[in-house]
């Protein structure tokens, strides 16, 4: 797996749509990094993940589990089944839950796929922590603590948006995984995500790994879109 990558996520209604904006990109060197999330998944199954690998992509499975303890231990442990490279789940659920999902998502070799918290949200604003969450005081202070109870539970990074990146690093450490949502390009439309960025401003905040939407699966040219995320994020 590279150090830094462009992931894309795959918001499709269907397997159907998914493998058709995917064939885009069968001449291409490089095959994406896709991200699968619920929309996917529950309309797909399991089989989208499998036919995915076996197209040889790598995949991130944002599933974003948050239940009790023993719950996410055992649905990890059907995902890392799956073969995926990265999933998630939501910090909100606590240090014991994270502990309890690495144990799950460990295969019996040792093995496992990289396991990453979800810190708040990027369509999530201050205002909306404060008064719908009750959460108080800077939402950057809440990205840092989720992210430092992660880091207590053994994972391996965080989703953030782009412009906390820094200050999770700074927090936790240059190798702890900053994987940044909330990504457009300086001349697109933001539509509901909030604490977003472009991939150049993203690259130089210090993200790992960012994951762009709708800015390449809605461009008119999503190959051309593609290529202009990697070139500004990886300065290919
Ligand atoms: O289309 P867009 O670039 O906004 O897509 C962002 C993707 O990242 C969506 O699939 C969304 O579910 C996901 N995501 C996010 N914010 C998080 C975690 C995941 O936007 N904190």
Known sequence: MNKKDVIIACDFASAEDTYRFLDKFKDEPRKPFVKIGMELFYAAGPDIVRELKRR???IFLDLKLH???NTVKKSMAVLS?????????????TIEM?????????????????LIAVT???????????????????????VVHYAKN?????????????????????????????????????DG??????????PEKAREIGSDFIVVGRPITAAEDPVAAYKRCLKEFLEE
């Open 81 to 93: 089944r799956l073969d995926v490279d990265m999933c998630n789940l939501h910090a909100a659920g």
């Open 120 to 142: 708040q949200l990027t369509s999530t604003s201050e205002e909306r922590m404060h008064d719908d969450l009750l959460i108080p005081g800077k939402i950057g202070d809440c």
């Open 98 to 114: 994270m502990k309890a999902a690495l144990e799950g998502l460990t295969r019996e070799d040792g093995t496992r796929p990289l």
């Open 67 to 69: 239940d009790i303890p």
């Open 56 to 58: 040889g992509h790598q």
């Open 150 to 186: 992660a880091q207590k539970a053994g994972l391996d990074g965080v989703v953030c948006s782009p412009l906390e990146a820094g200050m999770v690093k700074e927090a936790c450490g240059r190798e702890f995984m900053a994987v940044t949502p909330g990504i457009r390009f300086a």
């Open 189 to 198: 439309a933001v539509g509901d995500q909030v604490r977003v960025t472009t």
